[in-house]
């Protein structure tokens, strides 16, 4: 089965603490999301450009692009 979400990038601060940053892909769509948590809480939102469009992962490209 394939999983929906992919993780495209993760970031953790070193030292151990408990926050992280994770840019995952929608692979029905293409939808950039960027979920963060810090402990027990955390959020997650689609990534959007400078000009407030969503950003959408060109896999061939490894880059994003708007999406119309």
């Not at 953790?12 to 402990?39: R, S």
């Amino acid at each position: 089965k394939n999983k929906r979400f992919q993780v495209v990038h993760r970031e953790a601060p070193e030292g151990g603490m408990m926050m992280e940053t994770v840019i995952l892909v929608d692979t029905f769509t293409g939808v950039l999301y960027l979920q963060v948590t810090n402990g027990y809480g955390g959020g997650l939102t689609p990534m959007r450009n400078r000009h407030g469009a969503v950003m959408v992962w060109d896999s061939e490209q490894q880059c994003t692009e708007e999406l119309e």
